[in-house]
């Protein structure tokens, strides 16, 4: 006789986050908080397993910039994360903590204390970082992912203002290139 072990709901969510994937993105029950609506589409994001349905979390005019990219309006923010797969042959968040903060009836402010784990032509990277999610009425309208927990370059975070222009164009650069890329915002299909 085989030995058999049930699985507790916390085995199971580790089990799902270890896989990368949240079926809680697609159930039905009402969220208790922001956060978690979010999350489970957020961990869906960072562990290319990304559905149509896990971008509508994002207002049509949201954005999404990290070191390497920025982009604006969901077409761009699916390029970005459709582009995971493509680069890295697996990716998830590993573990996390969840502060959320209410700016103003309707406004949160997110933080996910993070690490990350990517697989890229087979060398392991781990990886801190802090995203920011900002929401107005339950949507995502900007979301950061500042790597090592460092504040993004830009024209108003650094020294010379010109070389964060410089860095805010190659962003973009990077983010355009990224969009033709993968078809433009484009569904992989199924």
Request: some cysteine; overall charge neutral.
């Amino acid at each position: 006789m085989g030995k058999y072990t049930q699985e507790s709901d916390e085995d199971s969510v580790k089990n799902e986050l270890k896989e990368g994937y949240c079926k809680e993105a697609c159930d039905e029950k009402p969220p208790k908080s922001v956060s978690d609506y979010l999350l489970p589409h957020i961990l869906n994001l960072y562990a290319s397993r990304a559905t149509p349905q896990d971008f509508e979390i994002y207002a049509p005019h949201a954005t999404f910039v990290d070191p390497l990219m920025c982009a604006q309006g969901v077409k761009q923010i699916k390029s970005s994360f459709y582009s995971l797969a493509k680069v890295f042959s697996e990716s998830r968040i590993v573990e996390y903590s969840i502060e959320e903060n209410v700016i103003s009836p309707g406004k949160t402010e997110i933080l996910i204390d993070n690490k990350q784990y990517y697989k890229f032509l087979g060398k392991d990277i781990n990886m801190i970082s802090l995203i920011t999610l900002r929401t107005e009425d339950g949507k995502i309208v900007r979301h950061e992912d500042w790597w090592d927990k460092k504040p993004l370059s830009n024209r108003e975070t650094v020294k010379v203002p010109l070389v964060g222009r410089v860095v805010e164009v190659a962003k973009r650069a990077s983010m355009f290139a990224t969009h033709a890329l993968m078809r433009f915002g484009k569904d992989p299909s199924l």
